[in-house]
């Protein structure tokens, strides 16, 4: 009998084309998905070789870093962007890669579009040149982030070279508290890991709190995993996993959809798997979240106050704590609910997606965005945009004041029209506070889409649990 | 790709810990379709002020950093973002190793693909290391890459690890997809094995 193996085990050991005496392998990268911003140098590099994309079917190209979200008809103001985005539209065309345009309702975030369209499947390889690809291994599919010549050399061999990762399970156990959701699920296990808990580590996510998630909580739940350090994560495959993919245009057909089913079901741990770490929460102990630094580590429930450098561990850590603090313009001791804000976005690859906009919309309805404070909705893809419009969305929030917008990476980074002002202070749905992240000196609050809709309500951060 | 063998050069000391990739090289820069020209972007927020001049306080902005060729810093360097627009601006600025005690994944393998060294050691010796940085251009490190040693001023050696694998890249410089390219028939034997085994994989 062989030994009981971990998901990521499974769908590494299938995909071993070839294992070096070191330990190095060969990896096979069943899926590639290409947006403009890490391509371009990818491409010329292949041009200069002279070689060829291996397997462009198996590739899905897509702008959205840069994309305006407004006045889409006209062609892309800043020079640029617009460059990248044509550069990207030429690429596509000369190796022959399947690529949604701008004008394509099904255009949207990359890591949006993939599992939308069923591209995204359990037991795949997948990579992309950006880090939040661990977003599709909500799945049940070995997703990660790679460079540029990385994204070259899966373009020309449709490999990767790699070794593999340490497994770490994290098992959230119970259910949480109304007013808690996927997103203060995994700013929690941030919050208890820190930035560099996961690295090296592929994380599986299970227990009932997160089989109890619908796929769009689990892929923001995964997503994040890169702010835990972790290449990917990963969920087991289900029923909600295998219900969300039936019928979509690129998943198995009915002629095959008993064979992949059958696959897939083989896929979850074994009984008695073993893993290099292992850490435990409890749903029911997570509050609503709030970052309050320039780490998405730097995070404490809604109740909590500004902390103190003072009462750090160590010198590194307190100088962090001091710049971050002296960046954000916040004073220790300062209670989270009630710093105001000047911006709400509401948005990305991690809330970008329907049950996002719903939550959302939820507080918003019937209420009135503060006056000052712009409010933004980015739906992460063309098709979510349809679905929240097809839904009434789109008039619950423009109603309450909320602005409408075209799908793309938006605020979540910047590149395009939709950034902080130097001082602006943002409650935003996205997944970096990082420095300069969402405009040069903007600040940055992480949060649920649900406490970003009460922030731009209320002016100041709040308790979403307020707002029944 | 170009060689990594030796190095000695001046050290600079940034000891700061979790410098994310958006720190290293902010948004704005990543519309380039070019690897080359990133170097004056480096550390853009925290080394200019925001009248575009050169903050006189960040390290790489004050004699003899200008010229450093190896970078001292704290755990988590490289965190966030894969853009190897990252790994492009440190190179375009001159660093070609940086030592820390640990580095996120994708920008690890990032620099190596880049033919830059990336060192982890224990944060005691990056300690010694940021204090030997610290004292300028009287203090130079170098970095030997086949003997896997960093050779303190007073001529002590710190042994680090490194993969084998990514070692001979860099020693060699060898192009990666080259070599992987040489293994298409192996390649070619899997996906025939997959169709078989998961066929919807291939429409
Ligand atoms: S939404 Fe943000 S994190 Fe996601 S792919 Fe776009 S820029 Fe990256």
Known sequence: MTSPKTLFDKIWDSHVVRRDADGTCLLYIDRHMVHEVTSAQAFDGL????????????TLVVADHNVPTTDRDKPIADDDSRIQVETLEKNAAEFGLPYFPLTDIRQGIVHIIGPEQGFTQPGMTIVCGDSHTATHGAFGALAFGVGTSEVEHVLATQTLIQKPAKNMRITVTGSPHPGVGAKD??????????????????????????????????????????????????????????????????????????????????????????????????????????????????????????????????????????????????????????????????????????????????IAKGRKVAPGIRALVVPGSGLVKKQAEDEGLDTVFTQAGFEWREPGCSMCLAMNPDKLAPGERAASTSNRNFEGRQGPGGRTHLMSPAMVAAAAIAGHIADVRDFD | MEKFTTLTGIAAPLPMINVDTDKIIPAVWLKTIKRTGLGPALFE????????SEDPDFVLNKEPYRKAEILVTGKNFGCGSSREHAV???????????????????????????????????????????????????????????????IRPDGEEIAFDIDPFRKNCLLNGLDDIALTLQKKAEIADFESGQKKTTPWLYG
């Open chain 2, 88 to 150: 492009w601006a440190l190179d375009g600025f001159g660093i070609r190793c940086v030592i820390a005690p640990d580095f996120a994944d994708i920008f690890y393998t990032n620099a190596f693909k880049n033919g830059m060294l990336l060192v982890k050691l224990p944060q005691d010796d990056v300690d010694k290391l940021m204090e030997d940085a610290e004292k300028g251009g009287n203090a130079r490190l170098s970095v030997d890459l086949e003997r896997q040693v960093v």
């Open chain 1, 47 to 58: 041009r200069l070789a002279g070689r060829k994309a291996r397997r462009p079917e198996a």
């Open chain 2, 45 to 52: 927020a925290i080394r200019y002020k925001a009248d575009g």
């Open chain 1, 185 to 362: 699920i995994i700013l929690a296990i941030i919050g208890q890991i820190g930035t560099a808990g996961g690295t090296g580590h592929v994380i599986e996510y299970t227990g009932e709190a997160i089989s109890a998630l619908s796929m769009e909580g689990r892929m923001t739940v995964c997503n994040m995993s890169i702010e835990a350090g972790a290449r990917a994560g990963l969920i087991a495959p289900d029923e909600t996993t295998f219900a969300y993919i039936l019928g979509r245009p690129m998943a198995p057909g009915a002629d095959q959809w008993d064979a992949a089913l059958a696959h897939w079901k083989t896929l979850p741990s074994d009984p008695g798997a073993t893993y290099d770490s292992e850490i435990t929460l409890s749903a029911a102990d997570i509050e609503p979240l709030v970052t309050w630094g320039t780490s998405p580590e730097d995070v404490l429930p809604i109740t909590g106050q500004v902390p103190d450098p003072a009462a750090a561990k160590d010198a590194a850590k307190r100088r962090s704590m001091e710049r971050a603090l002296e960046y954000m313009g916040l004073e220790p001791g300062t209670k989270l609910a009630g710093i105001p804000i000047r911006t709400a976005f509401i948005g990305s690859c991690t809330n970008g997606r329907i049950e996002d906009l719903r939550e959302a919309a939820a």
